[in-house]
């Protein structure tokens, strides 16, 4: 096991100009220390060496509730679309991102420390052809926290479909289900 570089960074809860076109196109080629970290340099890395020795690479993306994993997984995932002009007309990065608000609402939930915490681990594995463009993504889920279905501590919510499913009640290809109103921190449905 080789273990490569390592970024720490901090999310600061508010957009930044770093993570555009521009600023992809600056990272794109570059060696690690020529440009200031980012998770751009750490892409590109990761893009480098699997072109260059034929092997799989990892990036894991760790940290507490509200550090900005997600984020920083699409911001990854965005790197690899661009530098490898993969040529599909609808981009796989779309594709993996349109999926999310299903993920995010089957396995976020609102917590103390962030209104839409993942309470689940996520795998994703880009696919690339021999020219190194992306060919296609699987995203696997594990770790659901299943005891929030029945219990949550006070000021946090259940998963987020439990509450838009109750808003969507008087819908009515939902009145067979017989849905009730939910309350912030307790679920009225049959």
């Keep these: ?49 699997m072109a260059r020795n034929n092997k799989n690479q990892s990036i894991i993306v760790s940290g507490e509730s509200g550090a900005g994993k997600t984020v920083s997984a699409r911001y990854t995932m965005r790197y ?29 939930a609102k917590t103390t420390r962030n209104d839409n915490s993942s309470r689940f681990g996520k795998y994703t594995e880009i696919s690339f052809d021999q020219c190194y463009q992306i060919i296609g993504a699987n995203m696997r889920t594990y770790l659901l926290e299943k005891s929030r279905v029945v219990f949550q501590s006070e000021n946090e919510r259940n998963y987020h479909i439990f509450y838009q499913l109750c808003a969507s009640a008087m819908q009515p290809e939902f009145k067979h289900l017989k849905l009730g109103m939910s309350q912030e921190n307790n679920l009225l449905f049959i």
């Design 1 to 49: 096991l080789v273990v490569g570089i390592i970024l720490v960074a901090i999310n600061p809860y508010k957009q930044l100009p770093i993570y555009g076109d521009a600023i992809i196109h600056a990272y794109s080629g570059q060696n690690m220390g020529d440009m200031d970290p980012h998770i751009f340099a750490v892409a590109e890395e990761a893009y480098k060496q």
């Design 80 to 108: 690899f679309a661009t530098v490898s002009k993969s040529s599909s007309n609808a981009h796989v990065e779309d594709k993996v991102l349109a999926s999310n608000p299903i993920t995010e609402a089957v396995g976020n």
